[in-house]
C-alpha cells in the first residue's frame, strides 16, 4: 500500500471521526426541524450532554456516559419544548435562552464537581471496533469500519430515520405537522404531542453528539467545548435540504473541512494557525449564502 493511500486513508477516517458529532445533532435536528420546530438550543443540548458523559463516564463507565447524554439532551430538551410549544413562547429566543442557560449550568456543575480547575481530567473513552474483515478494505475500510461506537450508531440511524420519516405513518404525521399544523389538525393529528416528541428525539440525539465529542474524540470535558458545533449542525440540516441522505453528505463535508485544517497545520506553512481553524466555519457561511433561495424549508418551520 503506497503512502498516498495510507494518506488519504488517514485523511478520510479522520473525517468520518470528525463528521460524527455533526452528524448525530443534525440527524436529531433533521426529525425536530420535519416537525416545524427550529432548536437553537441544539448547542446547549449538546453541551449538556458531554458533561453528562464525563460525569457518567467517571462514576461507572463510557456506555453509561453516552445514557447520561442522551437523557441529559432529552431533559434539555422537554424544557425546551414545555416553553416553546407548550407555552408557546417564540423559538428563536427559547432556543437561545437554553444554550446561554446550558453554558452556564454546565460550568458551574463541572467546577463543583471537579474543582474550580478541572485540570488533568481524564475519563474512560471509547476506542476504535474494527469490524472483522471489512477494516482492511482499502481507504474505505479505516474510514467506515474502524471506527469508535458512535460512529456505527450515527450511520445506523441515518436508514432508521429515513425510514421512519418517509415510510411510516407516525412519520407521515410528523411531515404533516411541519407543512402544515392546521390542516395535521384538522385530520386529528396531535400536532403540539408530535412537536414535543420531535424535540426530544432531536434533544436526545444532541446529548449523544455531546458525548462523541468527550468519549470518542478528546477524552476529556471543557467548559463551552462544543465551540458552535450545535449551529454548524442547524446549518446542516439546511444544506441537507431535510433529508437524511443530504445531511450525512453534508456532514461529511464539514468533517472533511475539519480534518483537512489539521492537515494545513502539520505541513507548517508560515501561516497563522487561526486562518486553518475558520476553515469550517467559513465553509459553513460559504454554503449557506449559495443555498439562499434554493432550498424549501417546511411550511410551518418556526410557526407556534
Known amino acids: 500500500m503506497t503512502d498516498a493511500v495510507v494518506l488519504l486513508g488517514g485523511f478520510l477516517a479522520a473525517s468520518v ?25 441544539l448547542e446547549g443540548m449538546m453541551l449538556a450532554g458531554a458533561l453528562a458523559a ?23 430538551a422537554a424544557a425546551f419544548a414545555a416553553v416553546a410549544i ?36 481524564a475519563l474512560p473513552t471509547l476506542g476504535p ?3 472483522p474483515g471489512l477494516s482492511r478494505i482499502p481507504l474505505l475500510g479505516p474510514a467506515l469500519f474502524d471506527q469508535p461506537a458512535p460512529t456505527y450508531l450515527a450511520l445506523l440511524a441515518l436508514p432508521l430515520v429515513w425510514w421512519v420519516l418517509f415510510r411510516t405513518r407516525m412519520g407521515l404525521a410528523l411531515r404533516a405537522t411541519g407543512e402544515g399544523a392546521a390542516m395535521a389538525r384538522a385530520v386529528g393529528v396531535r400536532t403540539g404531542l408530535v412537536r414535543a416528541a420531535a424535540t426530544v428525539v432531536g434533544g436526545g440525539f444532541a446529548g449523544l453528539a455531546g458525548a462523541t465529542l468527550v468519549l470518542a474524540q478528546v477524552g476529556t470535558f471543557a467548559e463551552k467545548m462544543t465551540a458552535g458545533r450545535g449551529y454548524v449542525a442547524i446549518a446542516i440540516v439546511v444544506l441537507g435540504r431535510w433529508h437524511p441522505a443530504g445531511v450525512a453528505v453534508a456532514s461529511l463535508l464539514f468533517g ?31 454554503a449557506l449564502a449559495g443555498a439562499v433561495g434554493r432550498v424549501r424549508a417546511p411550511a410551518d418551520l418556526g410557526k407556534g
Open 54 to 76: 464525563a460525569l457518567g463516564a467517571s462514576a461507572v463507565g463510557p456506555w453509561t456516559g453516552l445514557l447520561f447524554a442522551v437523557l441529559a439532551g432529552g431533559l434539555l
Open 256 to 286: 472533511a473541512a475539519t480534518a483537512l485544517q489539521y492537515v494545513f497545520q502539520s505541513l507548517g506553512l508560515a501561516v497563522p494557525y487561526q486562518l486553518f481553524l475558520m476553515l469550517p466555519y467559513l465553509l459553513t457561511l460559504l
Open 129 to 131: 471496533v474494527p469490524v
Open 86 to 121: 407548550g407555552a408557546r413562547a417564540d423559538q428563536i429566543i427559547a432556543g437561545m435562552a437554553v444554550t446561554l442557560g446550558a453554558v452556564g449550568l454546565t460550568g458551574t456543575i463541572y467546577r463543583q464537581v471537579y474543582g474550580s480547575t478541572g485540570a488533568g481530567l
Open 17 to 41: 471521526r470528525v463528521a460524527t458529532p455533526l452528524l448525530l445533532a443534525a440527524t436529531g435536528e433533521t426529525v425536530t426541524e420535519r416537525s416545524g420546530v427550529i432548536n437553537l438550543g
